[in-house]
Structure formats: C-alpha cells, structure tokens
C-alpha cells in the first residue's frame, strides 16, 4: 500500500503553482505570500516539537485582549508569524486573535493586496499536557485591491465567503496542513528529513452522515434547550443503527474540525448562559473552518443562518457554531427550532 494518497508526489509549493495556471490574471505573489507563511508554520513544527527542551511552556504573566491569561508558546507563536509575513510586501495588514488592534505592516515595506487573519496557536490549554494544538489562518483580499496604503480595519472585517484561502495547521503525531483556495480542500504532511509539505490527501470530502459528535458537555447545565434535546437523541438507539453518537473532544478546534473532517459528525459550541453571544471568534476560528468544512463538502452555521455570511462587526466577536456533515448540522438546526431557541 503506498504511503501517499495521491497519484504523484507534490509538495505544497508545487501544488500552489499549479493551482495558479487556473488563474491567468495572477501575477505570482499569492503564491509568494503562501510560501512565506508555509516557512513560518515550519518554524512553528520545529519550536512546538522543542517547547519543553526550549523552556517556552507555562504561562506568563500577561493576559491577553479576551482576559486570558498568555501562555510562552502563544506569543512566541504569534510573533514567528508577524515576522515572516510582515516584510514580503504580500500584505497590507494582518489580525492576531492574540493582539488587541491590527497589526500594522512596518512603513518601510510594500503594502500588499491581501489580508491575513490569524490565530497562532489554538487549543492553548493543551500545550503544556503534549495534547495536538494548531495555528489557523485565513486570507483576504483587501477591499481596494489597487492601494499601497495601509490596510484597514474594513479589510479585515468582511464576512466569510470573502475569504480567498483558509487552513489550518495541526502539530501532532505529524504536522498537517490543511489548505483550501476555494477549490476543495487538501492535506499535506511535513516530512522534517527533505523540509517540505507533502500533498497526502486530494480533494477531501467529508461524510454526509457521521456518527461522532463533539462538544464541552461540562457545559450542558447552560445549553439552550434545543442543544440539550439535540444531544439526548444522538445518545438515544435507533432501530437504524444510526444512533448513539459516540463523544470525542480534544478541546482543541484544530484537532477535533480535522477528525470531522475525516470522519464526519459534528463540532459544536453553542452559545450558553454564561456565554449568550458564543466562545469562539468568527474571524480567527469560525471562518476559516467554516470555509474549509463547505469546500469539502459540509455545512456550518451559528445554528439559524451560514456562517460565512454573517457581517463581522469587531475583529474578536464571537459567535455560536455548528460545524461538520450536512444532515448533522441540519438536525441540530431543526432541534434549535423546535425548542424556539429562535
């Protein structure tokens, strides 16, 4: 059995470059900016890899725009990518779920057509336990594509379906990156002995169905009803076999969108008492996934509409979200709307 899923072997700036020809208008430097991030996030494999030999676990004494408190790799994370991007002249701007504002290009460089949208390091309450963490990342074309100003706080803030490329990167067992431009999603592994990003999975398309679901349960008690229905009959047998759903949680979105991904269900967080508006961020987190979750073939919605068309009004708004197969999400929607959770 080969050890790639693929009919032949393309690293990662290979399969930008041919993704381009699809493009005669492109001028090359989308695929600049693609190579300049793929450096960072090879970076970040290495640093993540060597966290406790480098002395960059715990926590610091800081805490971030959302009031948490700021563990070492978070920032270290977040200044890797500032600086690999912040020079190449790609860009016009760029948002970090770990920074209060924008974040500026410096004047002495270009200002590029694109935005970049971050969060450096997700599932931040793992890292000290060697539990799977990742950095998401999205791009944006900036609204005047013709300026050499500065980008906006405008150009950050467009709604999902805006988004020219998405992905994630998940340091686990393996690095993983998970890329779309809008024309199905592919995987590819780092291989750390040549360097590069491999493509080991093609045009991923996630189950229509699944039988897996995954959700903070300890947060049942401040669930809307609806969620609390929803939940009970995905744990109820079915004469069809379908049911119970089995829990899987990692408590880091990177980690439990991929087992989605591949195995199909649902990721949910809803919004609760204690959080009324939801937890995660739909610039950094929720947008990004929800694109890729549609590109291969899934739905993700804030429980009543796309979440890819919601207008952000802050760069750190939250947003309830109800991720994965499509007849999944649909249930989960239904059972929102049969309690008049809306």
Same mark, same amino acid.
């Given at each position: ?50 966290? *406790?030999?480098?002395?960059?676990? *715990? +926590?610091?004494? !800081?805490?971030?725009?959302? *009031? ?32 209060? *504002? ?17 969060? #450096? ?28 100003? #500065? ?20 340091? !686990? %067992? /393996? ?5 779309? %431009? ?27 169905? !699944?039988?897996?679901? %995954? ?22 047998? /079915? ?13 880091? +979105? ?48 804030? !429980? ?9 009004? %802050?760069?750190?708004?939250?947003? #309830? ?22």
């Amino acid at each position: 059995m080969p050890f790639l899923k693929t009919s032949t072997l393309v690293t990662i700036e290979r399969h930008i470059a041919e993704e381009a020809a699809f493009h005669p208008e492109a001028t090359g430097e989308f695929s600049r900016l693609l190579r300049d991030f793929t450096l960072a996030l090879r970076i970040l494999a290495r640093d993540v890899r060597r966290a *406790g030999l480098n002395d960059v676990l *715990g +926590m610091t004494d !800081g805490m971030n725009v959302h *009031g948490e408190r700021v563990k070492r790799l978070d920032i270290h994370a977040n200044e890797v990518i500032y600086r690999a991007m912040d020079h190449g002249g790609h860009l016009c701007v760029m948002a970090s779920e770990e920074s209060d *504002g924008l974040m500026s290009i410096p004047d002495d460089y270009r200002k590029g057509k694109y935005v970049l949208v971050f969060d #450096p390091l997700d599932g931040s309450s793992n890292i000290d336990v060697n539990v799977s963490i990742g950095t998401i990342f999205s791009i944006y074309k900036r609204l005047d594509e013709t300026a050499t100003t #500065p980008g906006t706080l405008a150009d950050v803030l467009q709604p999902g379906y805006k988004q020219v490329a998405a992905g994630y990167a998940m340091y !686990g %067992s /393996s690095t993983q990156l998970v890329y779309t %431009s809008g024309n199905g999603v592919d995987v590819f592994t780092f291989d750390p002995t040549i360097g590069e990003f491999l493509l080991t999975f093609e045009k991923i398309r996630i189950p229509k169905r !699944g039988r897996i679901y %995954s959700v903070n349960s300890g947060n049942a008690h401040k669930w809307p009803q609806g969620v609390r229905d929803y939940v009970s009959n995905l744990l109820r047998p /079915s004469e069809d076999g379908l049911r119970p759903y089995s829990l899987r949680y990692v408590g880091t +979105m990177v980690a439990d969108i991929h087992r989605t991904l591949h195995y199909g269900g649902i990721f949910m967080y809803p919004s609760d008492s204690s959080s009324p508006t939801g937890k995660l961020r739909l610039v950094y987190e929720v947008n990004p996934m929800a694109f890729i979750v549609e590109q291969a073939g899934g739905r993700a919605t804030d !429980g009543r509409q796309r979440v890819l068309d919601i207008q952000p009004d %802050s760069l750190h708004q939250r947003v #309830p979200c109800f991720i994965g197969s499509e007849d999944d999400v649909r249930d989960a929607e239904a059972a929102l709307v049969a309690a008049g959770d809306f």
